[in-house]
């Protein structure tokens, strides 16, 4: 009965032709009269699968892969890891109210930073979820390798969807010692690209020298991508010494290269290339003392030739900018900034600023002077061009936008950064103040917190609500001073509502300031389970 069964049952293609015309009009061969034609159908489908599973052929079994490598760092201790575990497995949902509910997952980073400060192996069975968790967020990805540690590359070759941490991580063995050159240049040569760059990066903050030289000798047959990401090593230790590399690189034939090259030698002040732009910068900016008061006059370059776009210089500006302009601030930003005070009167940074600028080029000038600032790391022009963080325009003397005054600030030592911002937090309140934020050292400096806690008390004593400033708390939670809990207990209960307030804000603020006060002291808790004899 079977073997007739199986002779005169349809082919797997019959029943897909079968399922496709119908029933009505395809019947279904050897059916049982008693079953519906779809059922049958069904049933016939059903052997055929079994009949096709039954008939494949075992194939050779793959070898097997070879033991992770062993991880030489102490385990992680037992309360930390539980609380990994929590944080890893944390589905908070953006978007919805969490009430006085930490966020976890926002709290991971800043476990991972402090494990990796201590130096601890994670936990094996954790490591597919530190994984995961680190495909999801590419911010995550430098740390939570790190983490990782070696068994991250092998982990990886096993599973395709975790080959980002093949491109990032270091392959699973130690660096070579920078001083052992031929390790160090097997390495160089035979490594993973991620290899590659790490090796770079660690002979290059050792010997300067040597990381340049190792580059050079291979230089000419890098990929471009691959070279933009090697020059970038040598922001590290920039010194004259790199000089002659970096000018052979602005002809080189990518042109993300030259402008990497240009960039870096614009931050040479003795550089040949500095010399060149302060030279041509110098023809467009001038004192001009016919009137009641000195004012800075400016005459924008007319043409872009040849030598300056081999300088670094683009001709082509983006869309809305005027050529002139955009030439005029790619020559001021290259150009060092010690050369501004003998061309216009021997003033200071701040006196050079305050001066007013003709024919509307005040923010094109000052924006220029801004990136070449930053770029030169020049903490009295930052200075200057901050302005004092109490004063009424909000934009300082010469910072045309909150980008610009950000990246001043990161010029400046953690202490004084924090300190500008707290007063120009006390001025100016938190409305403008979220960027600045981002820029400060954490944990938050005392003056800082102080001035962010107050703020916040002074909003919800007008009566805001507070998911105007959820962006703000969210930073609190992350870089506010676990000491400062102490000082949100006042804050803890509900206002009585104000008439002229937004109904039910009382309320929302004391969920807002719970979450900040249960958060802070969740890490202190977390800090505290990853100090060594506190199980």
């Known amino acids: 009965m079977h073997e007739t069964t199986a002779t005169t049952a349809p082919s797997w293609d019959g029943l897909l032709t079968i399922a496709l015309l119908g029933t009505d009009r395809r019947p279904v061969p050897a059916a049982d009269g008693g079953r519906a034609a779809p059922l049958a159908l069904l049933d016939a489908a059903a052997m055929a699968t079994v009949r096709r599973r039954a008939g494949l052929r075992a194939g050779p079994a793959a070898p097997r892969p070879e033991p992770a490598p062993d991880d030489p760092r102490p385990p992680l201790p037992s309360r930390a890891t539980h609380r990994l575990a929590a944080l890893l497995t944390d589905r908070s949902t953006a978007g919805t109210r969490r009430g006085s509910t930490p966020d976890l997952t926002e709290l991971l980073p800043q476990w991972l930073a402090a494990a990796n400060a201590h130096g601890y192996a994670p936990p094996p069975h954790l490591l597919p979820a530190l994984l995961d ?13 790190e983490f ?116 870096l030698l614009s931050s040479l002040p003795g550089s040949a290339l500095a010399a060149r732009m302060a030279e041509r910068a110098l023809t467009c900016v001038a004192l001009d003392h016919t009137g009641a008061e000195p004012t800075v006059a400016v005459e924008a370059p007319h043409v872009c030739d040849a030598g300056m776009e081999r300088d670094g210089v683009s001709a082509t500006p983006p869309k809305g900018r005027g050529e002139r302009s955009w030439w005029l601030g790619q020559l001021v930003e290259a150009a060092p900034l010690g050369v501004w005070s003998a061309r216009l009167g021997g003033r200071t940074a701040e006196e050079i600023v305050a001066l007013p600028v003709a024919d509307g080029w005040q923010e094109e000038l000052h924006a220029a002077w801004c990136r070449a600032a930053v770029r030169q790391g020049d903490a009295e022009w930052a200075r ?58 954490v944990p938050w400096a005392p003056s800082l917190g102080r001035a962010v806690v107050d703020a916040l008390d002074i909003a919800r004593e007008a009566g805001s609500y507070p998911w105007s400033f959820s962006g703000v708390m969210g930073l609190a ?16 209960a509900r206002p009585e509502e104000r008439e002229d307030g937004r ?31 506190r199980e």
Not at 133 to 142: E, F, K, Q, S
Not at 421 to 432: K, Q
Not at 509 to 518: D, G, I, S
């Open 133 to 145: 968790a680190a495909r999801g967020r590419t911010d995550l990805r430098p740390a939570a390798l």
């Open 477 to 492: 939670e992350r870089c506010l001073d676990p000491a400062e809990t102490t000082r949100l207990d006042a804050l803890l």
């Open 148 to 263: 990782a540690g070696p068994r991250a590359l092998w982990l990886a070759r096993l599973n395709p969807d975790w080959r980002f941490a093949r491109r990032t991580a270091l392959g699973g063995s130690a660096l070579p010692d920078p001083e052992d050159s031929e390790a160090v240049r097997h390495l160089w040569q035979e490594g993973l690209f991620a290899e590659r760059v790490a090796v770079l990066t660690a002979v290059r903050a050792h010997t300067p020298t040597k990381a340049r030289k190792l580059l050079e000798s291979t230089w000419p047959t890098e990929r471009a991508e691959d070279r933009l990401m090697f020059l970038d090593s040598l922001r590290t230790s920039l010194s004259s010494a790199d000089e002659p590399f970096l000018e052979r690189g602005l002809a080189d034939r990518s042109r993300n290269v030259r402008a990497v090259a240009a960039e």
């Open 503 to 533: 109904p039910g804000a009382g309320g929302y603020w004391a969920e807002a300031f719970q979450r900040l006060a249960t958060t802070l002291r969740l890490r202190t808790a977390m800090e505290a389970e990853l100090i060594p004899g």
């Open 384 to 441: 200057a061009l901050l302005g004092a963080p109490a004063a009424p325009e909000a934009g300082g003397p010469g910072a045309v936008s909150l980008a610009d005054r950000t990246r001043l600030l990161a010029t400046l030592e953690a202490a004084e950064r924090a300190d500008w911002v707290a007063g120009f937090i006390a001025r100016h309140g938190l409305s403008e103040a979220f960027q600045l934020l981002g820029a400060c050292a």
